[in-house]
């Protein structure tokens, strides 16, 4: 099991910046990737945005160039840099975590953290 708390949503201006964290705890041993997903109401949870073990990151098109997504394993943290942010980054935000056990995937979800982007 792995235990995902986000933390660092709030309001912010357009252009303005936001970092996100999200502290991992449990069976971290396990984790091989991490990421970033968003959620609008009435809609699909979107990748945001993703890094493997290796720090091999994936990004959205929509984030690419704004946002950053960098991992600190010996704190069992993982962070996204949101900056030039826009009126569509508005969302729920939910920290990701997939492990792989005896040939099973497994994904946790955190309790998902709330970005507000004004214009």
């Known amino acids: 099991q792995v235990q995902l708390v986000e933390s660092g949503g709030g309001l912010v201006q357009a252009g303005g910046s936001l970092r996100l964290s999200c502290a991992a705890s449990?069976?971290?041993?396990?984790?091989?990737?991490m990421g970033w997903y968003r959620q609008v109401p009435g809609k699909q949870r979107d990748l945001v945005a993703t890094?493997?073990?290796?720090?091999?990151?994936n990004y959205a098109d929509s984030v690419k160039g704004r946002f950053s997504i960098s991992r600190d394993n010996a704190k069992n943290l993982v962070y996204l840099q949101m900056n030039s942010l826009k009126p569509e980054d508005t969302a729920v935000y939910y920290c990701?975590?997939?492990?792989?056990?005896?040939?099973?995937?497994?994904?946790?979800w955190g309790q998902g953290t709330q970005v507000t982007v004004s214009s």
């Open positions: 990701n975590a997939i492990t792989v056990v005896a040939g099973i995937v497994y994904n946790y």
């Open positions: 449990g069976s971290i041993f396990n984790i091989d990737v």
């Open positions: 890094i493997t073990n290796a720090g091999r990151t």
